[in-house]
């Protein structure tokens, strides 16, 4: 049951992008285009999850252990960069399919906010293993269904007359802010 | 302090060495051309080029996917520096352009009324642009505002106009279009383009089995611009003096005019404009795509062969032609009559066709004077045999050997290559076909004093062309109906005086619809001649098939027809690179099939040689009708007379093999033209307009 709350957390109530505001910049730039959007979101996905198990466990066999803890942010950002390089390297060579579909997206989360506050937040919370795990996984997912909702409305607004002065990045803010709005009454429900 | 330095410093370095470690063991090789194009294109990863970023159109370069010319933003330094580092001419890639497939005649303007909409993106999306048509250009110029280069603009008529020159094939006006409309191709790609069901296509331009583009050619000779009505005809048809001359033209019967009133006469356009061309005197330059290094040999240089050769060697193949009569041009030069079809007309466009770098080698026969196994030994990749259908039936009859007894196809080709052959007084020829027709019509033309034709069902089902029937007539054949002949009666010399025929009556229909002849008992008859020619059909000469040494050639199967068996959407024969078109695959029929045939079989060839999968057509549409664009009845039509064919008359004809069928006045063709509805695939230009 806990493990489920935490996903319905980190998927909807604290969602990262509508109830955190964090990856503000993937989430205006890759929603252009449905396709990318969906590229985007699985990135996350596998980015998030292997970045939340090991920040998880440099934070517990090193910091905590050296009592270091004012060094995380700092050496997260060493480690997601270098395992985010690590991946991409390891995808080319053995799984091409999967590294032809994630693309250019894999080196464009090297250092987005959205990872980076997440494997923060993981240990802030003081999570278990496990329940780092399954949040890192959540808030990945929570990314993606806000990336991809937020792709389809602005697909649609591209066919809609728009005033000049708020085309494009405006309008996208605009409209970013009404569907936070809308996960705020989400709010409470755990 | 110490322990934060050491920790980070170890974190650093364990990072440090993993990456290193694991790009060695992970290294994946990469083209270093791939980072030396990189570094010459634009660099401004702006997709315009369909591709995510510039290292993925560097490796697409590399790959040979995609030509120097790729980047839409480097400027012509930065193309050649690319083309520098690929090792190939800057200028030799063929590149794209782009090509509006739409129509639309004048309707544009009257076909669309959008409230607010102002992107055909948006109209697509909002009415799947289905105000008129499925398939049609919206015409509020997506692809006009998606041209970096000011190649497109929105013409007179309503939709966008490519200007050649200023394109440059980035394709950004296709990726714009949501109705598919604006295509950006390379010439290899018009060329090989064949009907799909989902095509914007008149009801005339899906009938032509050579595909050709009808309403485009007249409304381009409407407007004057005959070398451009040329230029279209020339991408599905090498032949446009022979088909102008000799076509039955099915399009016509499918005109849509022709619902209410006269069809168009859609080939003597054809006719008038090929014309143009030949009586002015210049060639108009032909467009053949860079060459590719493929070498392929065409065996038979009639129709289905020329067109073959034609095509392949437009897109970039190298042609060698085989042909085992003296001249090349098939049954057009051998079989049909020089007062239908002129040698000096044929002449002129074969040698147009030959002045593309085709080599024609003459009086060398497949199985005899070479065969497979010397085409392979000699490097040719494939080989397309078109070698026709030569051998006439023989009517099975007692006598049909005696001496002035003649077979159609035979004595036509001994006529055409000047044999002088003894002829008699009276003749009569067995058969209803335009082979019966020719060889009477040739006959007469020989100073004989009659001429009869022996058909055995009545002139409704004589499968001969109208017109030629007509001419024929007029002429002063004379008709034997429901005749079959069942003996030719000949004297102590052997010499034919007679040619005994049953009476026959028609019964019920058979396969084909027509109705069965069935004889009259004991109502033999004698018809008085001295010369009999049967022309009752022809099969292909099969005999390579024995004659040729290469075992391989058992392999090659062959239908009790004696055609050659072929898949009939791709036409690759039972032998994998061997490809055959044409009256040797189709058995007896018309040059515009072979025309068509030939250049499907260009593209399988194409496919074959690049190592592809020889898959048909996707939805090819192969002369079956798109339903939704065949009317009943067509609203807004102003009867209008179609232009007489103007002939010379039947007392000038019967001493002279001079042609008979002369070509339209300009004043006329134009006039006619405008007779054409400009339709496509459900809309049409009304004589007035109609009120709804």
């Not at chain 2, 497109?152 to 440059?168: F, L």
């Not at chain 2, 108009?284 to 590719?292: F, S, W």
Request: glycine share 10%; proline share 5%.
């Amino acid at each position: 049951m806990e493990y489920f709350e935490i996903f319905i957390a980190g998927v909807f109530i604290n969602n990262i992008l509508l109830a955190q505001f964090l990856g503000n910049c993937p989430f205006l730039g890759t929603s252009k285009k449905m396709e990318t959007a969906v590229g985007m979101a699985m990135a996350v996905v596998f980015v998030l999850v292997m970045a939340g198990m090991i920040t998880w466990m440099v934070n517990e066999f090193l910091l905590v252990k050296f009592e270091l803890d004012y060094l995380k942010t700092v050496s997260f950002i060493l480690v997601i960069a270098s395992l985010v390089q690590f991946v991409e390297m390891f995808l080319k060579k053995s799984i091409p399919a999967l590294y032809a579909g994630l693309g250019i997206f894999l080196p464009l989360i090297t250092t987005n906010c959205a990872v980076m506050g997440a494997c923060l937040l993981n240990i802030s919370k003081e999570y278990s293993f496990l329940s780092a795990l399954v949040s890192s996984f959540s808030y990945a997912v929570g990314f993606g269904l806000a990336l991809i909702l937020f792709a389809g409305v602005r697909e649609r607004i591209n066919l809609a007359r728009v005033p000049k002065p708020l085309q494009d990045t405006s309008i996208g803010l605009v409209t970013a802010g009404i569907i936070a709005l809308t996960f705020m009454s989400f709010k409470g429900m755990v | 302090m110490l322990s934060a330095l050491l920790l980070m410093l170890g974190i650093g370095a364990l990072c440090g060495i993993i990456l290193s470690l694991s790009s060695k063991v992970f290294y994946v090789y990469e083209d270093p051309k791939i980072a030396l194009v990189e570094n010459n294109l634009a660099g401004a990863n702006c997709g315009g080029c369909g591709y995510a970023g510039c290292s993925a159109a560097a490796e697409a370069i590399v790959n040979g996917t995609e030509p120097p010319s790729l980047c839409i933003v480097s400027n012509k330094e930065g193309v050649e520096k690319v083309a520098e580092i690929m090792g190939v001419d800057a200028g030799s890639a063929e590149s794209p352009l782009s090509y509006n497939m739409c129509e639309g005649g004048n309707r544009a303007s009257d076909k669309y009324h959008y409230m607010g909409i102002t992107s055909c993106k948006a109209m697509g999306v909002v009415f799947g642009g289905k105000r008129v048509c499925g398939v049609g250009c919206i015409g509020l110029g997506d692809c006009v505002k998606a041209c970096k280069f000011d190649a497109v603009y929105m013409g007179p008529d309503g939709h966008p106009v490519v200007i050649d020159e200023k394109c440059v094939g980035c394709g950004a006006c296709q990726q714009s279009c949501p109705k598919n409309i604006i295509e950006v191709k390379t010439l290899s790609e018009k060329l090989m383009k064949f009907n799909q069901k989902q095509d914007p296509l008149a009801p005339c331009a899906q009938t032509c089995p050579a595909e050709i583009n009808i309403p485009r050619y007249i409304n381009q000779l409407k407007e004057g611009k005959y070398k451009e009505a040329v230029e279209t005809i020339r991408l599905r048809n090498p032949l446009p003096l022979a088909c102008g001359r000799v076509c039955p033209h099915p399009c016509e019967s499918e005109c849509r005019r022709g619902i209410e009133d006269d069809a168009v006469s859609i080939n003597q356009l054809k006719r008038f404009v090929a014309d143009y061309e030949m009586n002015s005197g210049s060639r108009l330059p032909i467009k053949c795509a860079p060459d590719t290094g493929k070498k392929i040999a065409v065996v038979g240089g009639g129709p289905s062969g020329l067109s073959c050769a034609f095509f392949l060697r437009r897109i970039g193949h190298k042609v060698d032609i085989f042909e085992a009569m003296p001249k090349l041009g098939g049954m057009l030069r051998y079989g049909i009559p020089e007062y239908r079809l002129p040698k000096k007309v044929l002449d002129w466009e074969v040698g147009g066709i030959l002045d593309l770098g085709i080599n024609a080698f003459t009086h060398v026969k497949f199985g005899k004077d070479f065969g497979l196994g010397s085409l392979m030994a000699s490097g040719y990749n494939a080989v397309f045999l078109g070698v026709g259908a030569w051998e006439d039936y023989s009517l099975g009859i007692e006598g049909e050997n005696l001496n002035g007894c003649y077979t159609g196809i035979n004595f036509l080709q001994r006529i055409s290559s000047g044999e002088k052959l003894k002829l008699g007084r009276i003749a009569a020829v067995v058969g209803g076909g335009n082979t019966a027709v020719d060889c009477a019509r040739t006959l007469l033309r020989f100073g004989l004093d009659k001429v009869y034709m022996v058909y055995r069902r009545t002139r409704k089902e004589m499968p001969a062309n109208e017109v030629e029937i007509v001419a024929s007539e007029e002429e002063g054949i004379e008709f034997v109906f429901l005749a079959a002949p069942v003996k030719v009666v000949g004297n102590s010399e052997d010499k034919v005086t007679h040619l005994e025929y049953l009476k026959m009556e028609l019964g019920e229909p058979d396969a084909s619809g027509r109705r069965r002849p069935q004889p009259i008992e004991g109502s033999e008859t004698l018809l008085e001649v001295d010369m009999v020619i049967s022309a009752i059909g022809q099969s292909p000469d099969a005999s390579f098939k024995e004659q040729d040494p290469l075992p391989r050639m058992t392999e090659l199967e062959l239908t009790r027809w004696n055609t050659i068996d072929n898949n009939p959407e791709t036409l690759q024969a039972s032998i994998p690179y061997i490809f055959t078109a044409g009256d040797a695959a189709t058995g007896p029929s018309l040059v515009v099939d072979a025309i068509g045939g030939g250049r499907r079989a260009a593209r399988s060839i194409d496919l074959f040689l690049k190592g592809e999968e020889v898959e048909p057509v996707v939805d090819s549409l192969q002369q079956k009708r798109i339903h939704e664009s065949l009317f009943a009845s067509v609203d807004g039509i102003k009867k209008s007379e179609r232009a007489k064919m103007p002939e010379i008359h039947v007392n000038q004809r019967l001493d002279s093999f001079i042609e008979v069928d002369l070509v339209l006045p300009e004043e006329n063709a134009k006039k006619e033209a405008d007779r054409c509805l400009n339709c496509c695939r459900i809309c049409y230009n009304p004589d007035f307009p109609i009120s709804k």
